[in-house]
Each structure stands twice: as structure tokens, then as C-alpha cells.
């Protein structure tokens, strides 16, 4: 039993060292410099029933400082007034124009289709692929352009500060976020070659024009539900510059509202970030077990009392870091534990979900590739 100690012991000390290099050496999307020249940028939104949000994600994107970009909306076949805000919207504004997106062909997930679609109406030297429930700081824009300039780089893309109101989206929507922020170093995605070590996030994911047409674009990715991760790596693959950064206090945006939401939604997503394979998704959750709640556990057992304190203190520690850096809520360091434990669960029931075929979003039945992740 003690080597278990010792073993969960050092999964968390590689954690909390990960989690402060990037504390001190992630790239952040507000610290991005001043564009050099300034392209034609396209934003790109998919909208599917997003009639509460798209308004208030255009009226944000309207006030943006850099002076030369269009976006396109796509309504991919709402049910709601979605089209109706757009068009509105665009009559108001120039800048913003305004399409019926085409019936879902048999392959395609319904996100990369509108995404596809988006791309042949663009004009600009940049695109950015973003959701109609974010929201951003006025040089959300300028910075990404920025990053892109300075670095030269082909894809860039940001993970955006979560919005959170209700106790469940406080406490699960920010732990999956720790996959990114303890489990990856940020800075790497730009300085190695590795494509395991490449991540994106759709919400906020920037390409140049050419380096978009060169992969592809997302008719290369077309039956991939995590397509944004799965593009980053494609990207490395192809010896393209990418870099991923925490868009704290930059791009804002607000997953999921409710039960039901959260338990969908990363239900469809959760296994897709170890690229369908059951094996290593059943070994990082019992590792998340061990390491997040067995110590929470253990504590009360005499014997093992120091080394269940130990490790208690190295998740405070992880999540007090979470919380100055990316803004994480406050309440996951007292139930980090509980976070963890249905985070453990949704992920049992996404395994459950591919192995039986009944995966799917907003009304669409998804059909997964198992071999997706490069």
C-alpha cells in the first residue's frame, strides 16, 4: 500500500511543477504585442440555436481596436430566431454578413461542416474560428494578430477564461481546464515537434489563410469531434508553427448553462481527448483517482496519515495556482475532491456512450473515427 503512496505522491509533485511552469512561462493571449501590419481578418462563428448569446458575441467582436476585419455567421439550420438576431445585426453593421448554412452531408460532424462552410466565404489573410457564446476584450483581436506576427506562426489559439455561475459549472466546467494548464506546458506547443504535445481550443483558434488551405481546413478533420486538438496536431505533423496560450482576462466564454448541458457535453467530449482509446482513458482516470481523492481518503487511515496530508497539500497548492493565474473559482480548492469525482463519472459514462454508438449533440448523431488523434 505505501508504494501507492509514493506513486501518487510523484504523479502530484510532476503536476504541481508542470502547473507552476506554466504559471510563470505560459503565453497569454493579453500580453500579445502590437500587430506589425494589419491583414484582412475573417472571424468565423458557427451558430446552431444560439439566440440568447450571438448578439451579445457580435455586439463584443463590433468593438474590437484592430481596424480591418469582416465576420461571417453561419446558422447551421436553427430552430430558434438565431438567423433572425444575425441578419438584424448585419443590417446595423457592415462588418457582419450573414449565412444559411447547407444540409449536414453523411461524415461530417455538424461544427466542422459550418466551420467548411465558413471558409469559402472568407476573404482575409487571417481566420479565426470562434463561438457564438464567447465574449472579448477589445484587442482580442490585435493581440492574436500580434502573437501571429511575432512568432510567425501558423496556427495560434487560445483557451478562454470560463465563465461560470452555477455550482456545477464552477466546479467541473475549470477541472477539466486542469488537463490543459496541469497536464500540458503551454510553452512547448510552440518549441517542440512533438505532436502529442499540441493542443488548441476551438473556441479561439486562428490560422493564416495558407496554413488553413494547406492542412485542409476542417474537411480534413470532418468526423473528428475534438477537431480543434486534432488540427493543432495535424499542424505539428506538418511542421507548421503553432502556439497555445491561456486566454485569461482576453476571450471569455461560457461552455455549458446547466445539469444537463455539463452531462452532454463533455460526455461527447471526454474520451475524445485521448482519441477514443479505452485503455489509456481508464488508466488517467484511475490516476485522477489516486491522485485528486484517494488522498482526501486515506488521511483518516493512521498509517497513512503523512503521506495523505502531504499529497492534500499538493492539490491546495495546484488549485491555489489555478485560481491567481486563470481565474479558476475559489470554491475547487475546498471541493476539488468532489470535482474530480464527476468529472471520473462523466467520463465513465463517455466511454459508455462511444462503446454503445449513442453519441450525440444538439439533436445530431455523432459517428465517431477511433483513429482521429494523430
Known amino acids: 500500500m505505501i508504494w501507492l503512496c509514493y506513486v501518487m505522491i510523484f504523479f502530484l509533485t510532476v503536476v504541481l511543477a508542470i502547473t507552476l511552469f506554466n504559471a510563470l512561462t505560459a503565453p497569454m493571449l493579453k500580453n500579445g504585442p502590437k500587430p506589425i501590419t ?17 448578439q451579445g458575441c457580435l455586439e463584443f467582436l463590433c468593438k474590437q481596436d484592430f481596424p480591418h476585419f469582416e465576420i461571417w455567421v453561419l446558422d447551421d439550420q436553427s430552430s430558434d430566431q438565431t438567423a433572425h438576431i444575425v441578419q438584424t445585426v448585419a443590417r446595423q453593421d457592415r462588418r457582419i454578413h450573414y449565412i444559411k448554412g447547407k444540409d449536414l452531408p453523411e461524415g461530417w460532424t455538424g461544427k466542422n461542416w459550418a466551420c467548411y462552410q465558413l471558409s469559402k466565404r472568407a ?17 482580442a483581436v490585435s493581440k492574436t494578430v500580434g502573437w501571429m506576427q511575432k512568432l510567425n506562426l501558423d496556427l495560434f489559439s487560445a483557451f478562454p477564461q470560463q465563465n461560470t455561475h452555477t455550482l456545477l459549472e464552477k466546479l467541473i466546467v475549470p477541472s477539466v481546464y486542469m488537463t490543459v494548464y496541469c497536464y500540458l506546458p503551454l510553452r512547448l506547443t510552440y518549441s517542440t515537434s512533438f505532436p502529442s504535445l499540441a493542443a488548441a481550443n476551438g473556441q479561439w483558434m486562428a490560422f493564416t489563410k495558407e496554413a488553413y488551405q494547406r492542412l485542409g481546413g476542417h474537411q480534413t478533420a470532418k468526423n473528428q469531434i475534438v477537431e480543434d486538438t486534432w488540427l493543432a496536431r495535424y499542424a505539428k505533423k506538418e511542421n507548421l508553427k503553432i502556439l497555445t496560450a491561456a486566454g485569461t482576462e482576453s476571450v471569455y466564454g461560457r461552455m455549458y448553462e446547466n ?21 489509456p482513458f481508464l488508466l488517467l482516470l484511475f490516476v485522477m483517482l489516486m491522485g485528486y481523492i484517494c488522498p482526501y481518503l486515506i488521511v483518516f487511515y493512521t498509517p497513512l496519515t503523512l503521506c495523505g496530508g502531504t499529497a492534500i497539500l499538493l492539490n491546495i497548492i495546484i488549485r491555489l495556482i489555478l485560481t491567481g493565474k486563470y481565474k479558476d473559482p475559489a470554491i475547487n480548492i475546498l471541493l476539488h475532491p468532489l470535482a474530480i469525482l464527476m468529472i471520473i463519472i462523466i467520463g465513465l459514462n463517455s466511454m459508455r456512450l462511444f462503446k454503445r454508438g449513442e453519441l450525440e449533440w444538439k ?8 483513429q482521429g488523434i494523430l
Open 38 to 54: 494589419q491583414p484582412l481578418v475573417s472571424i468565423l462563428i458557427p451558430a446552431r440555436n444560439e439566440q440568447d448569446n450571438v
Open 259 to 279: 445539469w444537463s448541458e455539463i452531462w452532454h457535453g463533455f460526455s461527447k467530449n471526454l474520451l475524445g481527448l485521448m482519441g477514443y482509446r479505452i485503455i
Open 363 to 370: 439533436g445530431r448523431k455523432i459517428v465517431i473515427d477511433p
Open 123 to 139: 476573404k482575409g489573410d487571417i481566420f479565426i474560428f470562434t463561438d457564438a457564446d464567447n465574449r472579448y476584450r477589445p484587442d
